[in-house]
């Protein structure tokens, strides 16, 4: 009985909070109708801008919701972040039907998956919404798609980091989140470009291998690489908990000191690794500093204007934007960061 | 019907050594399974069969297994469920959300509350199929989601990094080592784990009363189980496994994400079906399901040793799966005849 009763409050729980949240935008969608209106136009201080993104919560979109509230105060426009409770195309699509009957200015999405979301997309654009896109290389159905960097370029910066710490020579082993995630396989092609073309020395073990974007899996596949390739001395990571659960294997293992791990991740997951020396560089782009410039470039082409090669966001990494000669809604900045563990306290995500 | 037992019977017994080295689940061909993929390993690559590579395979095995055990006890009663993962994660981070929070420690309690948390979130599966008689699947199928919702929602989103030091010491403390490879402690109270499942399910009347429900639902209410009350027992205990098992891939993972395990659902319930238990409910043991989880973790542990480009991993894990399964089913074609509860009546 008492199951049946926790079971029913759950439910009503999480009714009442959809029902809630529900009622907040569509209010904010009445009594704002400077949005709904003048989707080109004046830079209405009501204007309301919706940051659609992959999942709710978790360390990198709530940082991106920092850069977007700290945007929307210096332009004084209202920033909703909403998204789905699973990181599923389905619910992304759901998400969006809802938010194009309520007719935000602008929407700016970070797609589960870009190619699924083209339909609903269009669909927004076809009603006056302006759509900014990010990690989605290849959508056409977005007025931009804003990368924080050129995928390959990243790789072999890696690659450079990697180099400097193993002293230009070793072999290294590359992990991907997935074998079918674009951006990670860019990653790792521009690494071992990078190698080729400058470190001679530096070889790696095998194809890329997959962590399933699990941290578990990254160590179970680090403990059989140590195995395997017992003179290894380089790890190169690429979903976020990879270099945790390398860093991890690799401690166990008493291998801190003689190996060299960078990767892409955050200070929150692999802080206390870059303390202990198991892990030594890592990458990103900062989530906040990417939702701010989604934002200024939406509110650029509201206000009528064109982004082009070399404009100038107001976002530092953003300054001077790069656009793809092949696909012209495509534009990156030059927007990675390197943490060590003397600067990760700068970096709150 | 019973002639038919009879003739059965009379066919097997012709041939004792083979059958009993069969297995009453075909744990016998698993396990011969196993030994020649190990003997392929042998061939290709002797330098990869080393006592590291055993450590390797526990370590990764135990969470694996630790989830199975929950699994298997739903699939024997004829049930399927998905949510286990998300009882399991829901368990484990919400326990040390609140050690965290309160700023207590501990090595042994933490287990037994995220088993009991387990437990209750594992009454919502219960109430769902025992007292509204839903379809298991459809049913852990909305569990999942809202136990995972709730979570991310209520509990926390943001990664544990740091566990409490008495707990994370749990994860740092070594029983022995195998070659390079260190045994941590966990072992122990997983193995507990499944002599208690293998006790329950062939020592007391609920285990009997698990195997009749997967066998046949109407059967085991005319001779007397009350259904509803063995499914809520289930249920129930599906959710401590799942609850512990949350607990131990905390600690041995060294870190608390509400985002992982939630996806590994299909390689746990391949390891069941490889290890006899079968979805049409009424067959399965705990051995089997050890051997099951050994075989996923052995391929899937293996790969990278035996210099196999990782693009073939996928299809590679997902052969030897598909061949498990189809022991498993093709055995289970011939065996539909004999059912489950007759086998072990002596004539």
Redesign the interface.
Same mark, same amino acid.
């Given at each position: 009985m008492?199951? =049946?009763r926790?079971?029913w409050l759950?439910?009503t729980t999480?009714a009442t909070?959809l029902a809630l949240t529900a009622c907040g935008t569509a209010d904010s969608g009445t009594t704002a109708p400077g949005a709904n209106d003048d989707g080109g136009g004046s830079d209405s201080g009501d204007r309301t801008i919706v940051n659609v993104v992959k999942?709710?919560?978790?360390?990198w979109f709530?940082r991106m919701e920092v850069g977007n509230q700290e945007y929307a105060q210096e332009h004084s426009i209202r920033v909703d972040q909403t998204a789905g409770?699973?990181a599923s195309e389905e619910k992304q699509i759901a998400v969006l039907n809802d938010l194009i009957a309520q007719r935000p200015a602008a929407l700016t999405v970070v797609p589960n998956s870009p190619e699924s979301l083209e339909a609903v997309l269009k669909r927004a654009r076809d009603t006056g919404i302006v759509v900014i896109t990010h990690e989605a290389p290849g959508i056409t159905n977005a007025d931009a798609n804003l990368e924080a960097f050129v995928n390959e370029d990243y790789g072999a910066h890696q690659m450079d980091l990697l180099a400097e710490c193993l002293g230009n020579e070793g072999s290294y082993a590359h992990v991907v989140g997935s @074998?079918s995630v674009a951006s990670h396989n860019m990653w790792a092609a521009g690494a071992l470009e990078r190698a080729g073309e400058e470190y001679p020395d530096i070889t790696r073990v095998?194809?890329?291998?997959?962590s399933e974007e699990?941290?578990?899996t990254a160590?179970? =596949?680090t =403990?059989? @690489?140590?195995?395997?390739y017992p003179d290894i001395r380089g790890f190169l990571g690429s979903a976020s908990?990879d270099v945790?659960?390398i860093g =991890?294997a690799l401690e166990?293992?008493g291998r801190q000191d003689d190996t060299c791990v960078v990767g892409t991740s955050t200070p929150?997951?692999?802080?206390?690794l870059l303390e202990s020396g198991a892990v030594d560089v890592i990458t990103a782009w900062d989530p906040a500093l990417a939702g701010q410039a989604m934002l200024a470039a939406a509110e650029l082409l509201l206000a009528g204007e064109e982004l082009t090669d070399g404009t100038d966001l107001g976002i530092p990494g953003y300054e001077s934007l790069g656009q793809d000669p092949d696909v012209p809604n495509s534009f990156f900045g030059n927007a990675w960061i390197d943490m060590t563990n003397e600067n990760k306290d700068d970096y709150p995500f | 019907m019973t002639a038919d037992v009879h003739a059965e019977r009379a066919a097997t017994s012709r041939r004792p050594g083979l059958a009993a080295l069969r297995g009453r689940n075909n744990e016998g061909v698993l396990a011969g399974v196993i030994l020649l993929l190990l003997l392929v390993m042998l061939v290709v690559e002797p330098s990869?069969l080393?006592w !590291?590579?055993a450590g390797?395979i526990i370590? *990764?095995g135990l969470?694996t297994l630790a989830l199975a055990l929950g699994l298997l006890l739903i699939i024997i009663s004829g049930g399927m469920d998905v949510s286990f993962t998300a009882i399991a994660v829901f368990s484990g981070y919400a326990t040390v959300r609140l050690m965290t929070d309160l700023g207590i420690d501990g090595r042994v309690w933490p287990f037994l509350l995220a088993a009991a948390i387990g437990c %209750?979130l594992g009454? $919502?599966n %219960?109430? $769902?199929v025992a007292?509204y008689r839903m379809e298991t699947l459809i049913a852990s199928l909305g569990t999942q989601?809202?136990i995972? !919702?709730?979570l $991310? %929602?209520f509990v926390g989103?943001?990664?544990l %990094?740091?566990l409490p030091p008495q707990l994370d010491s749990v994860g740092t403390t070594t029983i022995f080592r195998l070659g390079?490879?260190?045994v941590n402690i966990v072992v122990v109270p997983v193995a507990l784990a499944c002599v208690a499942l293998a006790l329950i399910l062939r020592r007391t009347m609920f285990g009997r009363g698990v195997y009749a429900v997967g066998g046949d639902k109407e059967s085991a209410r005319r001779v007397g189980f009350h259904v509803a009350r063995v499914q809520t027992g289930i249920y129930l205990l599906a959710g401590l496994f799942a609850g512990f098992a949350g607990m131990v891939?905390v600690v041995l *993972?060294? /870190?608390a994400?509400?985002?992982?395990l939630v !996806?590994?659902e299909l390689n746990v319930i391949a390891a069941v079906v490889i290890g006899g238990a079968l979805d049409r409910g009424g067959r399965g043991s705990v051995h089997g399901t050890v051997l099951g989880v050994l075989l996923v973790s052995l391929v899937?542990?293996?790969l990278?040793?035996l !210099?196999i *480009? *990782?693009?073939w /991993?996928?299809l590679v894990i997902g052969l030897v799966i598909l061949v498990g399964v189809a022991i498993q089913a093709r055995s289970n074609a011939r065996g539909a005849k004999r059912p489950r509860i007759l086998e072990e009546v002596t004539p």
């Open positions: 008492n199951a =049946r926790r079971a759950t439910a999480a909070a999942l709710a919560g978790g360390d709530n409770d699973d @074998l095998a194809d890329p291998i997959s699990s941290q578990e160590y179970n =596949r =403990r059989e @690489l140590l195995a395997t908990t945790a659960g =991890r166990e293992a929150a997951i692999a802080g206390n | 990869a080393t !590291g590579f390797d370590r *990764s969470v %209750a009454s $919502l %219960a109430v $769902l007292r989601v809202i995972r !919702g709730f $991310l %929602a989103s943001t990664y %990094a740091t390079s490879s260190p891939h *993972s060294r /870190h994400s509400p985002f992982d !996806g590994m899937q542990n293996s990278v040793r !210099g *480009s *990782s693009y /991993h996928v």
